[in-house]
């Protein structure tokens, strides 16, 4: 499974567990407003990724308050898409 | 094939090498823990129980440093997939009327026995709320609850603690963590091994139940807390002084 796979299994967990049985999101729904996550589900989420993939995004690079979709949670967890979210970018 | 995961609760105590924290670190294994603690350096009690198991591990920390305490718990939570309890034990007495005791001195009090528990309780608090369990400990004092003259800093930084109990018992008991602070009085420690004999007798005379604390009392607090039947105990903080502050 890659990271980004990872990401959306963890999510789609969570979830399931707010909002009952869903099979697939779409990049552009809205975590908070549209899939009524709070806080603290991202805060739980953040912390089985970080067990799962050994890494916290939020802790340096991106600013949690960017994560605004599910495309943004996708893309704090993938390098390569990670400057979009605000990240600073070495000169 | 693979291994089979390892069941046994984890427990982290921070300052387990000697004292109160040895004595946890040793109930804890009685009960089936997995132990994970650190300090400056290890005493030989301790490098003797790690000679007797393997399920107790010391890592060589100094607590003020905030990025090394933050992989500590990290590696814990890598090695065993999850944390149960933390015990915030680690502390260091300052004494002396705040205007006589130097600047330096007052930061490096705050640093261990504030800013070390908050940053391990933030890193501890992650692999907790990912299982929706855990109970957090944290070992204040009673002069977080009453003033007593020379010891201002100290029980500021303790009563600092107790806040951080109330707080974070509301933000993370949804996610089915518990906080919970101790309060002990005054129990033979290495703390309060420089109190004079008069001091001892005025301390037994004030406390109803006639007595200095043990360690004892203290771990039998702390096993209860720790256990499923205190599950519904969060933001509190139990004093553990024979009544000396009723």
Redesign the interface.
Known sequence: MDRRETVMAALLEIVNEVAGPVEHLDPDQLLVDGLGLESLHLARLVAVLELELDTDPFSDDVPITGVRTVGDLLDAYDPVAQPRLGAVEPA | MNAPVDQRPVAIVSGGSRGLGLALVRDFLERGYRVETFSRSESAELKELRAETDAVAWTALDGTDAAAVEEFV?TA??RH?RVDVLVNNAAVGLEGLLTLTAPAAIDAALRTNLTLPVLLTRAC???M??R?SGVVINLSSINALRGQTGVAVYGAAKAALDGLTRGLAR??G??GVRVVSVAPGYFDSDMTAGIGEDQRRRITRRTPLGRLGSVEDVLGVIRFLTSPAAGFITGQTIAVDGGYTC
């Open positions: 990290r939570a890598r997939r608090l992650k692999p709320i990912a929706r933000e993370v949804p996610a």
